[in-house]
């Protein structure tokens, strides 16, 4: 029994020192982990062009202006939808003005505090222009620096694979060599298979979203769409918080009920198709993490990393339950982490439907 109790005192005290570690390191973690995935995406293309007898520094080069052209469509996507709404600025700041002054009127009525008072309270909380100036300015040069050693990490990792992955092969002893080889072909392909999936699915959630949108009336139809699937990057809060906006939006264009109760009710469907029919098809079984370890990992990586923490929780996760099932002593958690019995009905359903598609 004490050993017991000695050998778990030592896990949990393992296990937060790694969580700590992760923190204190997560300006260095953090670009790292983003040129890594972002690199096993392109990892089949550089192959391929390598294929080729393309020499690997120009696959390489290609892979990364690439990368800055996806980028730049998005932005450019975004953008220009932005533009459209920016249209209905004026609107969107009367209703605001008119529902700050409800409420001071309703502070005003329930708690007895002047709208001068309540002026003053608000003046003395917010901060100086300076602070926010800095703010702002730490911020954007945070991000840029973020940005510049995401493409450096992508850049060499890409270019420098071959010689990381004998790297780990001389970690293993001999005999557990040809497992090391297959942990890391699973992780990396888990990692194509999850953004390659997700792009996918996003890309039919634009279709869908503007469909359902389009047709029960939404105006900006295709820039909620887009936000809703872009959201999706981040399972379960994401999409919840895109229809969040885009009723809340509605609303202020003052929109009647049976328009907010379309919104939720087309959410809910594209939900269902993308749970059912999508996710099984497209993901695939190796991504698959149960909804609750998804939820504690989205937590644990928002407290962590904060959004990037959000964002890359579930490919990290899934890679570590790609290492957990190859290591005897880690299987139990590969286990917990995995999805549970029950969603064998929706995998016999998958299955049923591409065998149907299969024939057709």
């Known amino acids: 029994m004490t050993t017991n109790s000695s050998s778990f005192l030592q896990k949990t005290a393992l296990l937060f020192l790694i969580i700590f570690g992760l923190y204190i390191a997560q300006d260095f973690l953090i670009p790292l982990s983003i040129g890594g995935i972002l690199a096993t995406l392109f990892l089949p293309f550089c192959n391929w062009m390598e294929s080729k007898k393309m020499p690997k520094s120009i ?25 459209e709404l920016l249209n209905d600025i004026s609107l969107i700041k009367q209703r605001a003005i008119e529902t700050g002054n409800s409420l001071q009127q309703y502070i005003f009525n329930h708690l007895n505090i002047s709208i001068k008072e309540q002026f003053l309270i608000l003046k003395k909380e917010q901060p100086s222009y300076s602070n ?102 981040v399972p379960y809060v994401g999409n919840i918080t895109g229809t969040i906006l885009t009723v809340t939006v509605a609303a202020i264009h003052g929109a009647n009920p049976s328009l907010l109760g379309g919104i939720v009710i087309t959410y809910g469907i594209v939900q269902l198709i993308q749970g059912w029919v999508l996710e099984p098809l497209i993901l695939g079984p190796q991504v698959k993490i149960n909804p609750l370890f998804t939820i504690i990992v989205l937590v644990i990586g928002q407290l962590l990393w904060g959004i990037p923490g959000i964002i890359l929780a579930i490919p990290l996760t899934a890679i570590l339950k790609i290492i957990c ?31 149907k598609l299969k024939i057709k």
């Open 132 to 233: 926010i100036f800095q703010i702002i300015f730490g911020s954007i040069t945070s991000i840029f620096a973020s940005f510049i050693l995401v493409f450096v990490y992508f850049i060499f990792l890409l270019f420098y694979r071959n010689h990381i992955k004998n790297f780990l092969l001389k970690l293993a002893t001999p005999s557990k060599r040809e497992e090391m080889e297959q942990v890391i072909y699973n992780a990396t392909r888990v990692s194509q298979q999850y953004l390659l999936g997700l792009s996918k699915m996003i890309v039919l959630l634009w279709i869908m979203y503007s469909i359902g949108f389009s047709i029960i009336g939404v105006e900006n139809a295709i820039f909620f769409a887009i936000l809703c699937g872009l959201l999706e990057i």
């Open 59 to 83: 696959a390489v080069f290609i892979c990364f202006m690439s990368l800055l052209l996806i980028i730049f469509i998005l932005i450019s996507l975004l953008g220009w939808k932005i533009s």
């Open 325 to 355: 099932d190859h290591i005897d002593s880690l299987k139990p958690y590969g286990f917990l982490i995995g999805e549970i019995e029950t969603s064998k009905k929706k995998s016999v359903f998958v299955e049923k439907l591409k065998t």
